[in-house]
């Protein structure tokens, strides 16, 4: 089945530590995004890539990283600079910026809960 | 920044009556798109429309776009206990490639 894939569902970190989030696709979507939900609140953007080797930061940025190595992935590391990482992590993707934004939808992941402990 | 915003936040109705939510944006935009989210879940895209359109229907939902008051709003007829969820307005603003959500109206359908 075509879809996009986020691993693991549940996800528990130490303070101090670096913990990656995955996400995959098989849509052969170009753009690809990552978002955070704290309880009861909305989608905040975290960082977007449109192209393979090629990313930009979001609105809250600081304290992750991403990369875009392959045109199906694109994971994000939670760094221990991030001061409150718990929360629902939403990946997304889309056809990509020349079709996207005139025509169509972002397609979402299962989402990551991510809990410090 | 959050580039739109939704009222109500929550809303609560009997099934069969009609639930209407409202999203506010701030600048110019591309197309505007709903989507729901089922409590724990992934979203799920419902409709999309282009800031030419003024409105649009898909089954159910009847979604409207003013673009001079930066508003839409999203309609959903005969509403079924299946429709509780959280639903949430996105923008992609003019001459950007972000899609950037608003803070969502939490629906209750009682049956």
């Known amino acids: 089945d075509g879809g996009i894939t986020q691993s693991p569902k549940y996800l528990f970190r130490k303070e101090g530590q670096n913990v990656t989030l995955s996400c995959e696709q098989n849509l052969n979507h170009d753009a690809m995004y990552w978002y955070r939900q704290d309880p009861g609140q909305g989608l905040r953007l975290i960082y977007y890539s449109q192209i393979v080797n090629d990313f930009q930061k979001g609105d809250i940025a600081e304290g992750y990283s991403v990369s875009r190595e392959k045109k199906e992935s694109f994971p994000l590391t939670v760094t221990s600079a991030q001061k409150n990482p718990t929360a629902f992590y939403l990946c997304?993707?889309?056809?990509?910026?020349?079709?996207?934004?005139?025509?169509?939808?972002?397609?979402f992941g299962q989402g990551t809960r991510l809990t410090v402990v | 920044s959050q580039q739109g915003e939704e009222d109500p936040q929550a809303l609560s109705i009997q099934e069969g009556e009609n639930a209407t939510m409202n999203c506010s944006y701030k600048?110019?935009?591309?197309?505007l798109q709903w989507y729901r989210q089922n409590s724990g879940r992934g979203l799920v895209h419902l409709i999309l429309i282009r800031s030419n359109e003024r409105e649009k229907h898909s089954g159910r939902l009847r979604v409207t776009l003013d673009t001079s008051k930066k508003s839409s709003s999203l309609l959903i007829t005969a509403s079924r206990a299946a429709d509780t969820a959280s639903y949430f307005c996105?923008?992609?603003?003019?001459?950007?490639?972000?899609?950037?959500f608003g803070t969502g109206t939490r629906l209750q359908v009682f049956p």
């Open positions: 600048t110019s935009i591309n197309n």
């Open positions: 997304a993707s889309s056809k990509g910026w020349e079709s996207a934004f005139m025509n169509n939808e972002a397609f």
């Open positions: 996105a923008t992609v603003p003019y001459n950007t490639d972000k899609l950037i």
